[in-house]
């Protein structure tokens, strides 16, 4: 009984630091929309230089799941569950990665003062924000109708991505001496589809812990 009451203790205690990671990963996402928006030098380089804190964080989740693994041999929910966060885990650093390539990128983009042509990543950046919370929600709840839901929004991000890739192509051919400034603007869908990516890996993960069904998001 007493083993039993220490196993759900510390996995309650695992549960919240996994939270607080996956709270801390979404403000760095909505930070790296915002400097896609407004070119905030300071910000970006606030997110590039914090993203220790993240890598530290998911280390120490890691950690402890595979700690309450060996010690408590968890089955049936209980392992799912770890197995869960420990690959929600590494989406989400993998998430914070993306936040960090994003205020890189902006960084060089901003170095190229006479190119007048922009992208507006305002609806995109939307999306993929709320990508990211439903599926957080969706954990949090263990909701799988709601993680289903990030299906959907997924393949309205990549159309988006798909629209900037033509408009850089055919501004390329206009100006061609921006070449390389022109690639990191394009790069910046790809990040953002990367991150709606990831947050559809975290539905699936989700819909795995509450059903016990392995899906995949471009299945649905």
């Not at 939270?19 to 760095?28: C, K, P």
């Not at 392992?79 to 990128?105: C, G, H, W």
């Not at 507006?120 to 909701?143: H, I, P, Q, W």
Request: contains cysteine.
């Amino acid at each position: 009984m007493a083993r039993h009451f220490s196993f759900h203790r510390e996995v309650e205690a695992l549960k919240k630091r996994f939270m607080d990671l996956g709270a801390l990963v979404e403000d760095r996402v909505r930070k790296a929309c915002s400097v896609i928006e407004n070119r905030d030098p300071i910000l970006a380089d606030e997110i590039i230089h914090s993203d220790w804190e993240v890598d530290e964080m998911e280390i120490d989740i890691e950690e402890e799941c595979l700690r309450i693994l060996a010690l408590h041999q968890p089955v049936a929910r209980d392992l799912r569950l770890l197995v869960a966060i420990i690959k929600i885990n590494n989406e989400l650093e993998r998430i914070a990665d993306m936040a960090v390539s994003i205020a890189r990128r902006v960084r060089t983009i901003s170095k190229d003062s006479t190119l007048t042509f922009s992208i507006d990543y305002t609806e995109m950046s939307a999306s993929v924000l709320s990508m990211l919370k439903m599926s957080l929600d969706a954990l949090v709840s263990e909701n799988a109708d709601l993680a289903r839901q990030v299906f959907i929004e997924d393949d309205e991000v990549d159309e988006m991505r798909d629209q900037v890739y033509k408009k850089i192509v055919r501004q390329m051919n206009i100006e061609p001496g921006h070449a390389a400034c022109l690639l990191n603007l394009y790069l910046l869908a790809r990040h953002l589809e990367r991150i709606a990516d990831r947050a559809t890996n975290i539905a699936e993960e989700v819909i795995y812990l509450v059903e016990g069904e392995i899906v995949r998001g471009d299945m649905n």
